[in-house]
């Protein structure tokens, strides 16, 4: 009777491990994730603030650094909108749609998981560079695209293009077009249907798509190491700025600037967590309700 009454409590429990082994997968979880997360964290801020609040302050009122974060936020002000846009136009093709070339797209898609963010950055200087493709031109027309801020932005919009689609790309698929098919027959146009329809049911998905888009324009650094040409106060993003100060052993100074982005990772893992909890409840409601029918007035009928 006590073998029965254990099968049972595995069942329940979803698993057949012996409890210590259970306890021991968990402590070595919890040591790996201590070891290689929580400690480096906990050294950014310890060796930022190791001569006081007023030296980690100093370190961030530098001009060079104020710099840094402006073109660090400019960047992902420009950077993630324009994935927003290709990523909801790329999941709604690749997602709702039939046609040829629609595994290229999907493989376009994914090439920056692909390519490493240094190569991407040479190619943009084959291309756009003093010596490129297009190169002579630009120097006769006084556009500068490499070394400049342009130049950041196309790298960072090129590394960051998968994040919103992979993550919109599969809960378009789950959801299906029943609903926006029953929005188009009851007289909705195309906008209407976007915005009444698709949208409220893809929006926490979106919110973890945007989050980890602008997380990984800000940190960066591959592609716009190659492209920025490191000029100090106008072409260094945050990361290329720690570097260069803890190339010439200004560590507290460093370690200032990083602690600004483990926050930004800090605060990323937070909004993550609800997006992810709230995009998890929207699929668990959708799979247990049936499909509502849309009401008339998204519909643009009178109700």
Known sequence: MSAVMRNKAAARSGTTEAPWVRALLIALALGFMVLFLVLPLAAVFAEALRQGFAAYLAGLREPDAWAAIRLTLLTALIAVPLNLVFGIAAAWCIAKYEFKGK???TTLVDLPFSVSPV????????????????????????????????????????????????ELIPLMQAQGNDEEQAAIVLGASGWQTFWHVTLPNIKWGLVYGVILCNARAMGEFGAVSVVSGHIRGQTNTMPLHVEILYNEYQSVAAFAVASLLALLALVTLVIKSIAEWRQEKQLREAAELPPERPHASAAGTPS
């Open 119 to 166: 190569v991407a950055g040479l190619t943009y200087v084959l291309i756009f560079g003093a010596n490129g493709w297009i190169g002579p031109w630009l120097m006769a027309h006084d556009i500068k695209i490499i070394f400049a801020v342009p130049g950041i932005v196309l790298a960072t919009v090129f590394v960051t293009v998968p994040f919103i689609a992979r």
């Open 103 to 105: 595994a290229f797209l």
